[in-house]
Structures are given as structure tokens and as C-alpha cells.
């Protein structure tokens, strides 16, 4: 397996954070799994609603926590399983849920509060963890994992953030 790579971005508000999960999910074409690492409030949520906003997800894009996943279809007839694991207290909880069979070629998982049900998934495509700095600001870093991911696209296309957002 390639040694992962890591990105790390700075955010001074929510808008900066959207557009860096945009681009983000501009990279993914099926088959990925994403794990969103935070504490309370971080903005897990908000990422991954604009990763499937930007995935061609028209309908609202609602927090999955009480329900603990939401599924949806995109334009390009992909499924993105939106999972939000806080609720959970280990892997035994999700046999319930069927996660094994959500990861297919053709759908993209996202799942908050990996920590809780440790080894729910094998190989993941990218972990990405969203710390606070500041009441708005965010440090979002991204641990690239395994492929189908595109990762010169994403490096490339990071590049065309504002400076400022990128850190060394």
C-alpha cells in the first residue's frame, strides 16, 4: 500500500470550510470510504453536507445522527451512504445497519464518530479531521489512504485555494 499522504487546510469560517469540502469531493468517483474525525461541533456535519451537495445531491442534506445514516442518489447515479456512528457503542451495532454491504463501486461512504465502532470498515480511502481553532476557524486535515481516490487531482486542485488556507 502507498504511504498515506496528508493535506492540511486552515478555514476562518464555515463558507472556506464548504468550498475545501467541495473540492474535496470533486475527486471521489465511487468506491471511497471517508471517515470524519471531530469533537462535538467541529463541523463533521457540515462538511459532509457539502460533499454531497457539491456530489450533485439536490434534495436537503439532513445530520444523520438520530437516524444514523442517511443515503443519497446523485446525478451521476451514485449513492452516498452518510453514516454518523455517535450514538453507536462498537462494531456490534452496526450488523444492524448492513455497513458491510455499503461500500460498492458505485457508492461513497461517509461516516462521523469513527472512533466509536473501531474496524467498522477495512481500508479507508481518506480520514478527515476537522479541529477547532478558533469559534469559526477549523484546521481540516486529510490523511489519504488507499485508492480509488485521485490523489494528483486533489493535490492539484488544492493548490487553487487562497494561500492562506494552505498550511506547510
Do not use: N
Not at 459532509?48 to 437516524?67: D, F, H, K, N, Q
Not at 442517511?70 to 453514516?83: D, E, F, P, Q, V
Not at 462494531?91 to 463501486?105: I, K, P, Y
Amino acid at each position: 500500500m502507498e504511504e498515506a499522504e496528508e493535506f492540511t487546510f486552515s478555514s476562518a469560517e464555515p463558507g472556506e470550510t464548504e468550498r475545501i469540502a467541495a473540492i474535496f469531493a470533486r475527486q471521489l468517483q465511487g468506491g471511497e470510504i471517508v471517515t470524519l474525525r471531530g469533537v462535538l461541533g467541529a463541523g463533521k456535519t457540515l462538511f459532509a453536507a457539502a460533499m454531497i451537495r457539491e456530489l450533485g445531491v439536490a434534495e436537503p442534506v439532513l445530520s444523520p445522527t438520530y437516524v444514523l445514516q442517511r443515503s443519497y442518489g446523485t446525478s451521476a447515479g451514485l449513492t452516498i451512504h452518510h453514516m454518523d456512528f455517535y450514538r453507536l457503542s462498537g462494531t456490534d451495532d452496526l450488523e444492524a445497519l448492513g455497513v458491510d454491504e455499503l461500500s460498492t463501486d458505485d457508492s461513497i461512504v461517509l461516516a462521523e464518530w469513527p472512533e466509536r465502532c473501531p474496524g467498522a470498515f477495512g481500508e479507508i480511502t481518506a480520514q478527515v479531521t476537522l479541529d477547532v481553532m478558533s469559534e469559526q476557524g477549523r484546521s481540516i486535515t486529510f490523511r489519504l489512504g488507499v485508492l480509488p481516490f485521485e490523489r494528483d487531482g486533489f493535490a492539484r486542485a488544492a493548490s487553487t485555494l487562497k494561500p492562506d488556507l494552505r498550511k506547510p
